[in-house]
């Protein structure tokens, strides 16, 4: 069986797409039955005339070119695609990130241990009218009597106190002149210190403060983190039925102290802490004019 090679001669390149004519010359024949043919290949223009070989050298070199050039635009165009979608994962991997940067602050938050103070405004008249020195005043107290309290332990937590008051019915109670300016000034005077003092504002006919009290200091006690919660509350019917909601649910002395006033000692004493501070800042009773809602 005869195989047939078909080898064109190299001097005059073949150009795709060109016209040609075949011209056969001498046929061999080898002894291992393999017939070759000498073929030459000439490009013909419309007209029927030979191409010169320098022209189709010309073309060759261009044909080469381009197909340079498409083969470089496919790999760039394939590179540009790996880059979108790389683009596309880094852009997951960076809300990826932007999420896990919140929890991790979240997380962080909450495992900052701190002592919680919770206190319904029941601080002296002279210093509510005392403006920004006297909430000074009492937040230096306040902190002195934290560290008292809680000796060294303090230096290895946050201490958080909020006060909650409505100021502008604690306005008119105390009444005369400029009080309203003079309690807010005492609002900022407290919160100017370097611990986490914040006032809890409250709209009559709309928060219950012991309620709110209440909500807030439930909270902090479910809080893992929340080392200690000291409540400053007036000695009322709620207050002492919260007082015994605490003791039910296994709240002792470890976890809970009490600003007391004489109504809720009789509850608090021998099961929570008891910070004996009274007398100077604190009414020890019931004046009327704390902001509250008689709650």
């Known amino acids: 069986m005869a195989h047939i090679i078909i080898r064109p001669p190299q001097e005059e390149p073949v150009i795709p797409g060109t016209k040609f004519r075949f011209v056969i010359g001498g046929n061999t024949e080898r002894e291992d039955n393999t017939l070759v043919l000498e073929i030459k290949v000439t490009g013909l223009t419309p007209q029927g005339d030979p191409v010169p070989a320098r022209i189709l050298q010309q073309s060759v070199s261009l044909v080469e070119e381009t197909e340079e050039h498409v083969a470089n635009l496919e790999y760039l165009f394939e590179e540009n695609e790996e880059l979108r979608r790389e683009l596309g994962v880094c852009r997951f991997k960076i809300a990826d990130m932007a999420t896990d940067h919140q929890e ?16 319904k405004g029941q601080f002296h008249d002279k210093l509510l009218r005392q403006g920004a020195m006297g909430g000074r ?5 306040l902190q002195a009597t934290v560290a008292d309290h809680f000796g060294n332990r303090l230096g290895r937590f946050e201490v958080i106190v909020r006060i909650m008051v409505d100021f502008d019915r604690l306005a ?12 807010r000034d005492f609002a900022r ?16 006919r709309i928060d219950l403060a012991s309620n709110r009290l209440h909500e807030m200091a439930d909270w902090h006690l479910r809080n893992d983190n929340c080392r200690h919660v000291m409540l400053g509350l007036k000695g009322t019917d709620a207050n002492i039925g ?3 909601k605490l003791i039910m649910t296994g709240h002792k002395a470890e976890n809970v102290s009490i600003f007391p006033t004489e109504k809720l000692l009789e509850t608090a004493t021998g099961v ?6 009274t007398g100077e800042y604190f009414r020890g009773h ?4 704390d902001g509250g809602d008689g709650n």
């Not at 019931?286 to 004019?289: A, F, I, K, V, Y």
């Open 104 to 119: 991790l602050t979240q997380v962080k938050g909450l495992l900052r241990a701190h002592e919680m103070g919770l206190i």
């Open 137 to 141: 005043s009492v937040a230096k107290a």
């Open 172 to 183: 008119k109670a105390l009444g005369g002149g400029d009080i309203e300016t003079r309690l």
């Open 189 to 204: 005077g407290i919160t100017e210190t370097p611990a986490m003092f914040k006032f809890v504002s409250l709209q009559q």
């Open 242 to 244: 919260y007082l015994h």
């Open 272 to 277: 929570f802490g008891i910070i004996g501070w």
């Open 286 to 289: 019931e004046s009327g004019t």
